[in-house]
């Protein structure tokens, strides 16, 4: 008896993660689809809220492309940088035939995107702020990247 409670129980849980994942990809689909209608209308700074909504719920290559060229759109070339360089490392692990375009459009804005060095020594007192969090002295020195208007 207490076997057959558990494989019900055991079902149960499946079938609701099941229709979970089900309605978090149909959600991301929907939020997709949302987001090309509004690249259609030139929409770019909505489009790339839709897209990065979409992927944060099912992650898909694809989806992650969109990201990249909807933030070239909007001139902020940091973030579709650093977007078209993960979307190349995860083309190259999965062999995927686009990763000769995603190289190309990567390559394409490289010079565009804007980079902070902080010059300071890293002992020093100085607390660097980029946004709300203190940037690590460890990182005075290195280019990092930075979209214009967000430092």
């Known amino acids: 008896m207490r076997r057959a409670a558990l494989a019900v129980i ?3 849980s499946l079938s609701t993660t099941t229709i979970a994942r089900a309605d978090r990809v149909a959600d ?17 700074t909505e489009a790339c ?16 492309l969109n990201i990249a060229d909807c933030y070239e759109h909007v001139n902020r070339f ?18 995927d035939e686009r990763s000769g375009y995603i190289e190309e459009r990567r390559s394409a804005i490289e010079d565009r995107v804007p980079w902070l060095i902080i010059d300071a020594q890293e002992d020093s007192d100085l607390i660097v702020k980029r946004g709300d969090y203190a940037v690590p002295s ?6 990092l990247l930075v979209d214009m208007g967000t430092i």
Do not use: C, M, P
């Open 10 to 12: 055991i079902a149960l």
């Open 78 to 95: 940091a973030t579709a940088w650093e977007r078209w360089n993960r979307a190349q490392s995860w083309a190259k692990r999965d062999d």
């Open 28 to 44: 991301a689909d929907a939020l997709f689809k949302a987001a090309k209608e509004l690249t259609q209308a030139e929409q770019w």
């Open 49 to 64: 809220e839709k897209f990065e909504a979409s992927f944060e719920l099912d992650e898909q290559l694809g989806t992650l």
């Open 138 to 143: 460890a990182s005075y020195g290195v280019r």
